[in-house]
């Protein structure tokens, strides 16, 4: 898998399913994301998890693949309580965004997260430039600002956001 392929310039085909985090692709593409979340804050700002975290139980990782079988995204929905949940490891193949990838993802998961009947969906991400289009990204599906949640720290480099789901 190359995360340096051009751009895809146009509409891309999902599928997104269950993924159990034992190929080489999802391995790989998580290690990404961990190495990049890394170089944008001090350790003790970085709440990204690695593969061993995501395959507890109450974690369900999806995966992203175009029409052609290639992975172009993930993301996770962390139960914290029965009717709480945490979205975690949201991600898009740097040359796949701007495609809405990431939306559709995130969508499904709220989806997935009103199925199970969580009442809150909450999320941690940066608080830098670079986080800018995944706090749009929230923003624009309805996420709010909140104060931190579960056992994250109020911290400079973090923004808490919540999504009040109703029953």
Not at 15 to 32: K, M, R, W
Not at 47 to 62: I, K
Not at 88 to 103: D, N
């Amino acid at each position: 898998m190359s995360l340096s392929r051009p751009r895809l310039r146009q509409a891309v085909i999902v599928h997104i399913a269950v993924d159990d985090l034992t190929g080489p692709a999802i391995l790989e593409f998580l290690g990404g994301h961990l190495a990049d979340m890394r170089t944008q804050g001090p350790p003790e700002s970085t709440h990204a998890l690695d593969a061993d975290a995501l395959r507890d139980p109450a974690v369900t990782v999806w995966a992203v693949r175009d029409d052609t079988g290639e992975l172009i995204g993930c993301g996770a929905l962390k139960e914290l309580a029965p009717d709480d949940a945490e979205i975690k490891s949201m991600r898009t193949a740097p040359w796949a965004t701007g495609r809405g990838i990431a939306g559709t993802l995130l969508q499904h998961m709220i989806g997935e997260a009103r199925g199970r009947g969580y009442r809150t969906l909450h999320l941690e991400t940066g608080s830098t430039a670079y986080f800018a289009p995944a706090r749009r990204l929230y923003l624009r599906h309805g996420f709010v600002a909140c104060p931190p949640f579960a056992d994250y720290p109020d911290d400079p480099n973090s923004v808490h956001l919540r999504l009040d789901l109703p029953g």
